[in-house]
Each structure stands twice: as C-alpha cells, then as structure tokens.
C-alpha cells in the first residue's frame, strides 16, 4: 500500500497537539522540544510530497490522492489530493511552522503547552483545506482553523488582543454560515461533495433544470463572500490590521503566510471552476463578478500600498503590504489567464516567504526594544550588520527585484493582467511602484536613520536561533527567483487545464459543462 502522505501531514501535527497535552504545563523547554519536532517532521513529510510529485503534463491532475467513506448518508467521502495548484501551498504551510516555534521560543513564557497546541492545530488545519477534495471536508478544516486562530491572537496577543480576535471571529463567520448553506446546497442538488467532479455535475444539473438560473449567482456570491474576507480583499479587510498588529509574531507569521492564502485557494478550487458561468452574469448596469473582481484586485493594490506607506507602525504596514500582495493574487486569478494564474500561485508562495521574513524581522526587534514604531528606530545597519541584511534582502525580496522570489509572480501577473486589459496592467503596476516607496522606506528609518535615541544601547545583532530561523527563507528567496521554472513547470499544466475548463464553460456555444474532463482534475483514487 502506498504511503498515505497528505493524511499523515494533517493528522501528524493533530497527534503532536494531542500529544502534548500529556505533558505537565511547568516542564516547558520539553513542550517546545516536542512541537519543534513535529513541526520538523511535518516539514520533512511536505518535502517527500514535492519530491514524489510529477511535475509537467502530470501535474494537472490530482495526485497522493485517497478517499475512503466518511458520511454516506449525505454523499460526503474523506478525500484528500494535490495537484499544481496546491502542492506549493501545502509546503508553505509546513515550511513556516519550525520558525513560527523558533521565534516564540523565549517571547512566549505564558501558557507554553496551550499556545504549540494552538499552532499545530492552525497548521493541520490551513493543510487540510489545501488537500480536500471534498466540499464537506473542506469546510470542516476551514471553520477548524478558526478558533486556534482567534485563540492566539486573543490569549496571547497585544493591549486590543480581545478586540481583535473577536473581530476575526465574526467576519469569519459573517462569510462562512452563507458558505456551509451553498455547499449543502450543491451537495443535495449533485449528490455529491467532491470538488474535481462537481463542475461537471452542477452543469447537468442546469442543464436538466434542477438548477435554478439564479442559483450560480447566489452560490458564487456566498461562496465568494467567504473567500473575499479570507484573503481579504477590500473593503472586506478591516479586520486584518487588527488581527496582525495584536497577534504574537508567530500568529501574525502563520497568518500572512498561510491563512490569507484560504481565500484564494478557494475561488481557484471551489468558487470559478464550480460556478464560471455566474462571472459573467450581467448584475445590472453591464457590472458582473467579473469587472467587480478586477476591479476590486487592482484597489486592493494601490490602496493596501497607499496605506502603508503612511503607517508609523510597523506591523501594521506590513499588514496593509499583505493586501496589496493579495490584491495582486486576486488580479491574477480573475484575469482567467494562463500567465495571471500561474502568477497567483508564485506570489501566493512569495508572500508567504517575504511577509513571514518581514514579520519575523519585526519580532526580533520587538523583543529587543519593546517597540514596533519607525520612529524609535534608526541606524541598525552598524551595530546590528546581520539584522540589516537580513531586513534588506526581506523588503527587496518584498518589492519584486529581479533575482529575488518576488520578482516571477509580479511579472506573470502582470502580464496576465495585460492580456485581460492594459487599464488592469496599469493600475497593478502603479501598485507595485507605490510598494517600493514604503519598504525602502522602512529600510531607510530602520536601518540608516538616525537613532530616536541615541543615548539608548543599540539592539544585539542576530543570535544562531534566529539566523536558524531566516537562513532557510533566504536561501529560497533566491531559489524561486533565479530558478523560478522549478515551479512554474509543476504549475503551468494545471493552470493551463483550469483556464482551459473555466472559459469553456463561459462560452455560450460549448453549452454549460467545462470543456476539460473531470472538471478540476482526474482523481486516481486509492480505497481503504
């Protein structure tokens, strides 16, 4: 029997969780210890996913797949598979786990067992939505999430913590209870919950008149309400400063890392490939999901940036760069390109790296000085070289220079964008200039301004524990962009195959079902 790789990533970090429940609260190096080495192990088993996976034409299809029964009375299977569209994700996810442990290691001394727990269940969960081929499923690690999540930030986080994660909290929920109604509502008209084969059987469905005209668009606009607050997308972010700038650097690490990526996961999983013919549906006044997603991925650019570049603090302005980057994201997944969705994928995972080094940064320095402003920091680059470079590298990688992992993801989403229309193109690139102000900025006041203070001792430079937690995203920062082909060739099939599916399914003439078999993918399913 083959390896049931994709359970042993969700379920490995649940028994570590589960697992340190047994140990006494006081004895907290061994807490730390055991989570380490979950996170360790999980990262080794994601690392054994990418070197199993095919990449070229192989990776348009759903591969470690495995189904086995979960409720038959509703039609719902425990199944589980990646394809090139969400591989790289489920590495992310388990490669920020070990420096989400390592940068807590001495800021966190207040209930240590609960706070690791807290961080492997948000780990199992972010990967569990990532490899459900199942709706039912998919919801079910989607609302796991939460409460871990909203437990960080609220037991562990800042002055506002409780503000801020009771905020999360309801505009979780706000988009998650239409969604768990859309999905019910798919599964009793299909018969069925898995992912790859309902495209296929909602169009059926149309076609027989079991599907109402107006349940594409109902169903797309719940499903989208979700995945918009997710990412988020504006004016749906408010809720993201907050969670960032009272979190604990290891939350704000896993949230701008990992979680924003739910949202878009799910329009290119569940929301385009189930319901591409509500994209184009006219909503009055020529307007349709469409040119408002367009629309609102290019606002989400320039004024996530615009915002940054007017903070003081700096998670704050890190948040605010998030939507930017995510506005990218959403811009390249809705120009229903080849190029704009390979684009979302790459900036997907470059934001994970950039934005977790950049919050990990802030963390370090937080611990040192006590203080996340600007202005009470200035010249690091002399007694604190190692920092300094570091930091420089993070906001480079940040703004997409040439040579660095944000530079790829940038290009083919702009070049998606232009393909969909040059307005598109330039607005995401006024976005990308906006970005370059205020992160050479926050290098210029960190790092080669003058001290608040000077009277005041100058922060230690890096120690082996945090160069252990940045030497590895460096090294990649430079993997994916000199050789960003690594993974364009295990995306590009995929893409290719759902733009393909999608704008068959949108043309009038090839009728309501996708023009690619199988809809999002061909499952080879393993029984057991």
């Not at 004024?303 to 811009?331: C, E, P, R």
Request: glycine share 12%; charged share 15%.
């Amino acid at each position: 029997m083959d390896l049931p790789l994709l359970s042993y990533l969700v379920f490995v970090p649940l028994a570590g969780a589960l697992l340190l429940l047994g140990f006494p609260r006081e004895r907290e190096d061994e807490i730390r210890w055991g989570a380490l080495g979950c996170a360790v192990l999980e990262l080794a088993l994601a690392v054994v996913l990418l070197a199993v996976f095919r990449g070229g034409d192989g990776a348009a299809s759903i591969q470690a797949a495995e189904s086995t029964g979960w409720i038959p009375s509703l039609g719902a299977r425990y199944a589980v598979g990646v394809d090139g569209l969400s591989v790289f994700l489920v590495v992310l996810a388990a490669f920020l786990g070990p420096p989400a442990i390592l940068v807590s290691w001495r800021s966190i001394r207040d209930r240590v067992r609960e706070f690791h727990i807290a961080l492997l269940l948000v780990e199992a969960s972010t990967i569990g939505v990532f490899v459900s081929q199942d709706l039912l499923l998919f919801y079910v690690f989607w609302e796991l999430m939460l409460i871990p999540m909203a437990l960080l930030i609220g037991v562990w986080g800042g002055e506002r913590r409780i503000h801020a994660a009771v905020k999360f909290v309801l505009y979780t929920m706000a988009g998650s209870l239409p969604m768990l109604v859309a999905i019910l509502y798919c599964g009793i008209v299909c018969g069925t919950f898995s992912i790859p084969d309902l495209p296929d059987a909602l169009a059926r469905a149309a076609a027989s008149g079991r599907l109402p005209p107006a349940a594409p668009v109902l169903c797309f606009a719940a499903l989208a309400l979700a995945f918009a607050i997710k990412v988020p997308v504006v004016p749906l972010h408010t809720w993201l400063p907050d969670a960032h700038v009272e979190a604990p650097t290891a939350g704000s690490v896993v949230l701008a890392g990992v979680l924003l990526k739910m949202g878009a996961y799910g329009f290119l999983r569940v929301a385009i490939p189930c319901f591409p013919t509500a994209l184009t549906e006219d909503l009055g006044l020529g307007v349709t999901f469409l040119s408002i997603f367009r629309a609102l991925g290019v606002i989400g650019i320039v004024y996530g940036a615009l915002m940054a570049i007017a903070q003081t603090d700096m998670k704050k302005l890190v948040a605010y760069s998030s939507v930017s980057h995510l506005g990218t994201v959403v811009l390249g997944i809705f120009s229903l390109t080849v190029k704009g969705v390979e684009g979302a994928v790459l900036q997907m995972v470059s934001h994970g790296l950039s934005t977790g080094a950049l919050f990990l940064c802030v963390g370090v320095l937080y611990e040192r000085t006590h203080t996340r402003s600007l202005f009470d920091h200035g010249g690091l680059a002399g007694p604190a070289p190692r920092f300094a470079l570091v930091l420089m590298l993070t906001a480079l990688s940040a703004i997409g220079l040439p040579g660095l992992n944000g530079f790829p993801g940038e290009l083919l989403v702009l070049m998606g964008a232009w393909q969909a229309g040059w307005g598109l193109a330039a607005g995401a690139g006024l976005g990308l200039i906006l970005g370059a102000v205020y992160m050479l900025g926050l290098v210029r006041r960190v790092l080669f301004g003058r001290p608040a203070n000077p009277r005041r001792p100058a922060p230690a430079d890096l120690g082996p524990r945090e160069l252990a937690l940045f030497v590895p995203i460096l090294v990649f920062f430079f993997v994916i962009g000199l050789r960003p082909g690594l993974m364009v060739d295990r995306v590009d099939a995929a893409a290719t195959r759902w733009v393909a599916s999608v704008r068959a399914a949108m043309e009038p003439a090839t009728g309501p079902g996708p023009a690619a078999p199988g809809g999002a993918g061909r499952v080879v399913e393993r029984e057991y």
